[in-house]
């Protein structure tokens, strides 16, 4: 089964970018449907975007509070799928978390279409 680990979680200031990186391991990690989910604090977990690994087609979340500024990506070679966050907000503080569908064709953004998740890493927009 697949694995997935997060990573480039940091505290930053409002109006900075940040790029986190999902590293996934394991069989076949293309045949997958990935997306990223976020847990503010004191609320559920959160679709931002999902992306199918074959052809690099991605969903976003419809989120007045995330349009325009997330861009989700993979790398085929390096089996890693990115979300760049641009024009960071105190609200978008959280724990952020690769997800990974046995869909290929997944692009849900549905928590329980995900039976796979990282550890998540920590999103802190401070001044």
């Known amino acids: 089964q697949v694995q997935l680990s997060e990573s480039g979680g940091a505290l930053v200031q409002p109006g900075a970018s940040l790029t986190l990186s999902c590293e996934t391991s394991?069989?076949?990690?293309?045949?997958?449907?990935m997306a990223w989910f976020r847990r503010p604090p004191g609320k559920d977990r959160q679709f931002v975007a999902s992306i199918r690994w074959s052809s690099g087609t991605a969903y976003y979340s419809n989120s007045n509070s995330m349009k325009g500024r997330f861009t989700i990506s993979r790398d085929n070679a390096k089996n890693t799928v990115a979300l760049q966050m641009n024009s960071l907000k105190p609200e978008d503080t959280g724990v952020y978390y690769c997800?990974?569908?046995?869909?290929?064709?997944?692009?849900?953004?549905?928590?329980?279409?995900?039976?796979?998740w990282g550890q998540g890493t920590q999103v802190t927009v401070s001044s």
């Open positions: 394991g069989p076949t990690t293309d045949s997958y449907g």
């Open positions: 997800a990974a569908s046995a869909n290929p064709w997944s692009l849900s953004s549905v928590r329980r279409a995900y039976a796979y």
